[in-house]
Antibody
Framework: EVQLQESGPGLVKPSQSLSLTCSVT????????WGWIRKFPGNKMEWMGY???????SYNPSLKSRISITRDTSKNQFFLQLNSVTTEDTATYYC?????????????WGQGVMVTVSS | DVQMTQSPSYLAASPGESVSISCKAS??????LAWYQEKPGKANKLLIY???TLQSGTPSRFSGSGSGTDFTLTIRSLEPEDFTVYYC?????????FGSGTKLEIK
């Protein structure tokens, strides 16, 4: 069974970087597409970006200057880094799998990790 | 970006009843629409993709319809476990965007 699990600090200070890990079991991240999605307080959801089976990436233009998604295939993990965070980045962050990079919908999700940006 | 307008935000119904949730796109998205179910403490579940195709494991009481800009998720004969939150998401172009969610509550 494919399982995804997010991990990382629950509190980040403004202007610092947010770093999260998604650990995948039951499936290799060298197949498919692996993305990050966040849900803000108030329930608005935003697709942030993905890393593909080959290591290529695609990001939401709204985040393009601040976001980086990388991976460690030996550990079957992929990572989110979001730089220069503000309180507006307070959200629950999810990692998810998609079969298709051109038409991404997400068939497996992690449970999410809540991140608060506050001094 | 394509805006997804989901309605209603809240919906109250009784077990055994049928309900429908609407999702409207700000431009045509063909049938590139997915529906998800969200439950506290659990991973989101993909229910339907391509507007009307049930994901493996989705009970047959769930159905999706629509194309272009107007889509509907229908749940027939509500079971107790269906009372939770539902989201739509388009994937016709980048970036994919989500509806604002519908909370289905027990009346």
């Amino acid at each position: 069974e494919v399982q995804l699990q997010e991990s990382g600090p629950g509190l980040v200070k403004p202007s610092q970087s947010l770093s999260l890990t998604c650990s995948v079991t039951g499936y290799s991240i060298t197949s498919n597409y692996w993305g990050w999605i966040r849900k803000f307080p108030g329930n608005k959801m935003e697709w942030m970006g993905y890393i593909s089976y080959s290591g290529s990436t695609s990001y939401n233009p709204s985040l393009k200057s601040r976001i980086s998604i990388t991976r460690d295939t030996s550990k079957n993990q992929f990572f989110l880094q979001l730089n220069s965070v503000t309180t507006e980045d307070t959200a629950t962050y999810y990692c998810a799998r998609s079969d298709d990079g051109y038409y991404p919908h997400f068939d497996y999700w992690g449970q999410g990790v809540m991140v608060t940006v506050s001094s | 970006d394509v805006q997804m307008t989901q309605s209603p935000s809240y919906l109250a119904a009784s077990p055994g009843e049928s309900v429908s949730i609407s999702c409207k796109a700000s431009k045509s998205i063909s049938t590139y629409l997915a529906w998800y179910q969200e439950k506290p403490g659990k991973a989101n579940k993909l229910l339907i993709y391509s507007g009307s195709t049930l994901q493996s494991g989705t009970p047959s009481r769930f159905s999706g319809s629509g194309s272009g800009t107007d889509f509907t998720l229908t749940i027939r004969s509500l079971e107790p476990e269906d009372f939770t939150v539902y989201y739509c998401q388009h994937y016709n172009e980048y970036p994919p965007t989500f509806g604002s969610g519908t909370k289905l509550e027990i009346k």
